[in-house]
T-cell receptor, first 113, second 118 residues
Framework: GESVGLHLPTLSVQEGDNSIINCAYS??????FIWYKQESGKGPQFIID?????DKRQGQRVTVLLNKTVKHLSLQIAATQPGDSAVYFC????????????FGKGTTLSVSS | GAVVSQHPSWVICKSGTSVKIECRSL??????MFWYRQFPKQSLMLMAT?????????EQGVEKDKFLINHASLTLSTLTVTSAHPEDSSFYIC??????????????FGPGTRLTVL
């Protein structure tokens, strides 16, 4: 994994390792956050979301952690597989405002077998 | 889940011509559709928000006369790049918000359209 709070544009891991991807969001009023996976030449694919009244949410092999104090979001992928190789983006918005999602900088995850 | 399609998936055109990109929600109604642009190795940047039956709201720096958006029905929004130039070459992605998802505000993304202007 990588240091919490540090955004890296690329992350290389071995198959089977756990991956941690970080994101700093910009708007303290945001109350809804989503992680997306984007493969080359394709649109974003929903992975997992979390609302601001939670600080952790788990899915299948993925966990999202939210730290509102420092406006930080992380995505943990357990037992990373080659098929997880893609660019990962976090996105934020103010849910009830119905506004567009604002995307953060992406992280390219490369998984080697 | 809900499906959003885009057509065409890729297009190559000459400089100065106009190109229309369609975004359709296939199995749900979308009161709101969003258009994003993504340059290579960069994030998605919001261009405009399109509400059915009304004028689109453009983000700062996006020329509304160059990027014409029409959202005439609850299942279709179009983006027309007028007088396209090579710097307009990009990956254009739309998303649609399901009218009946209530407060969840979930957006569904299309597969994107690759525009190359020669």
């Amino acid at each position: 994994g990588e240091s919490v709070g540090l955004h890296l544009p690329t992350l290389s891991v071995q198959e089977g390792d756990n991956s941690i991807i970080n994101c700093a969001y910009s708007n303290s009023a945001s109350d809804y956050f989503i992680w997306y996976k984007q493969e080359s030449g394709k649109g974003p694919q929903f992975i997992i979301d979390i609302r601001s009244n939670m600080d952790k949410r788990q899915g299948q092999r993925v966990t999202v952690l939210l730290n509102k104090t420092v406006k930080h979001l992380s995505l943990q992928i357990a037992a990373t597989q080659p098929g997880d190789s893609a660019v990962y983006f976090c996105a934020e918005n103010i849910r009830q405002a119905g506004t567009a999602l604002i995307f953060g900088k992406g992280t390219t995850l490369s998984v080697s077998s | 889940g809900a499906v959003v399609s885009q057509h065409p998936s890729w297009v190559i055109c000459k400089s100065g011509t106009s190109v229309k990109i369609e975004c359709r929600s296939l199995d749900f109604q979308a009161t709101t559709m969003f258009w994003y642009r993504q340059f290579p190795k960069q994030s998605l940047m919001l261009m405009a928000t399109s509400n059915e039956g009304s004028k689109a709201t453009y983000e700062q720096g996006v020329e509304k006369d160059k990027f014409l958006i029409n959202h005439a029905s609850l299942t279709l929004s179009t983006l027309t790049v007028t007088s396209a130039h090579p710097e307009d070459s990009s990956f254009y992605i739309c998303s649609a918000r399901d009218l009946y998802m209530g407060g969840r505000n979930e957006q569904f993304f299309g597969p994107g359209t690759r525009l190359t202007v020669l």
